[in-house]
């Protein structure tokens, strides 16, 4: 069974970085598109950004975090990382990691609180 563990969200204040991260096991990780998806209270969870499986991993982003965030992936630990700077209030949400198409369960989340 496929596991999602994210990790890394915290409070932090406008304009700071927070970098997330998610372990996958269960899974060819290397085979999947991967993606970061966030939901934020009230609201239904939203795509923030996806990277591919395939040679040069491109990288796709959500408008209103693209030139902030940036997706990455490590094939050899299994493992999804989100950098995310300059943020603001509107990027507060439970942040979590998924197949870009289709989905495993989901995971726990991480909390990303922006607030000063």
């Known amino acids: 069974q496929v596991q999602l563990v994210e990790s890394g969200g915290g409070l932090v204040q406008p304009g700071g970085s927070l970098r997330l991260s998610c372990a996958v096991s269960?899974?060819?990780?290397?085979?999947?598109?991967m993606a970061w998806y966030r939901q934020a209270p009230g609201k239904e969870r939203e795509l923030v950004a996806y990277?591919?499986?395939?040679?040069?991993?491109?990288?796709n982003y959500a408008v209103p975090v693209k030139g902030r965030f940036t997706i990455s992936r490590d094939n050899a630990k299994s493992t999804l990382s989100l950098q995310m700077n300059s943020l603001n209030a509107e990027d507060t949400a439970v942040y979590f990691c998924?197949?870009?198409?289709?989905?495993?369960?989901w995971g726990q989340g991480t909390q990303v609180t922006v607030s000063s």
């Open positions: 990277i591919s499986a395939g040679r040069n991993s491109p990288t």
């Open positions: 269960g899974a060819i990780f290397s085979a999947y598109d």
């Open positions: 998924n197949r870009r198409w289709g989905a495993w369960n």
